[in-house]
């Protein structure tokens, strides 16, 4: 006679398989497949997979193309003519202009309209049609500029990324994802090259996509972070 226990180990279903997780930050809408075991937290334009000390993010740094930073104005100039002054000076705060579109000769050429925009006169005297010329300034400087390359592109960006540590890229792949373009980086200690850091940013809607390591120790989270970016499925845009 068959015991039971093993009649009823027999007949139990099968588990589940697990399924990706879907989420939108920003303008992006992704799957991946969630590392067993990790937290997945929602902050909007960022998602952090954490586990203990280990975390990683995934995070809409915002527009890096003409067109993005076009949008992007326009909608701060909405909010302006809203009279809705803190919001368009922190729409404007977060964008990565500077660094991203100008050089610095060009940025100095255009910094004055930038700053009347970006304070559209919340603690400095200007009209109306001054905060409006400025933005109209501004867009024109941004439709001169011709786009830049996937490595000029990486250059500039990466600073930011790093909130001031002294990095270096010491690797970089270039990836297509869904058909968006992409590169993965390997960074580290521009001295030392130790404390190794693994990236992966993606050009979509006009926005970049970031993948990245925060916190904790690269042998323990290189394999998990590979397998997060292998999975990773950009969705079409639904707008």
């Known amino acids: 006679m068959i015991p039971v226990a093993l009649m009823l180990v027999a007949c139990a279903p099968a588990p589940e398989p697990r399924q990706p997780v879907q989420f939108t930050v920003g303008l ?3 799957s991946l497949m969630g590392p067993e075991g990790w937290d997945h937290l929602d902050h909007g334009l960022e998602h952090r997979f954490q586990q203990g000390l280990n975390i990683i993010s995934v995070t809409d740094i915002g527009p890096i193309t003409r067109a993005g930073y076009l949008r992007e104005l326009d909608h701060a100039l909405e909010l302006f003519r809203m009279e809705r002054l803190e919001d368009a000076k922190a729409h404007l705060g977060n964008l990565h202009l500077r660094s991203t579109l100008f050089s610095p000769r060009e940025w100095d050429e255009i910094s004055d309209a930038w700053y009347v925009a970006l304070d559209g006169g919340l603690t400095k005297p200007a009209s109306t049609n001054e905060v409006e010329l400025a933005y109209h300034a501004l867009v024109q400087e941004i439709e001169l500029q011709k786009g830049s390359s996937m490595a000029e592109l990486v250059e500039r960006i990466m600073p930011s990324l790093y909130n001031g540590a002294h990095r270096e890229v010491a690797e970089q792949t270039p990836v297509v994802i869904d058909g968006r373009q992409g590169v993965r ?7 030392s090259h130790d404390h ?10 006009d926005n970049l ?6 916190l904790g120790a690269y042998g323990e989270m290189k394999p998990t972070f590979d397998r997060l970016v292998e999975s990773l499925i950009l969705h079409p845009d639904q707008g």
């Open 28 to 30: 992006h809408d992704i």
């Open 185 to 191: 980086l390997e960074t580290w200690d521009r001295l």
């Open 196 to 205: 190794r850091s693994s990236f992966l940013l993606i050009f979509n809607n």
């Open 209 to 214: 996509l970031v993948l990245r390591m925060e």
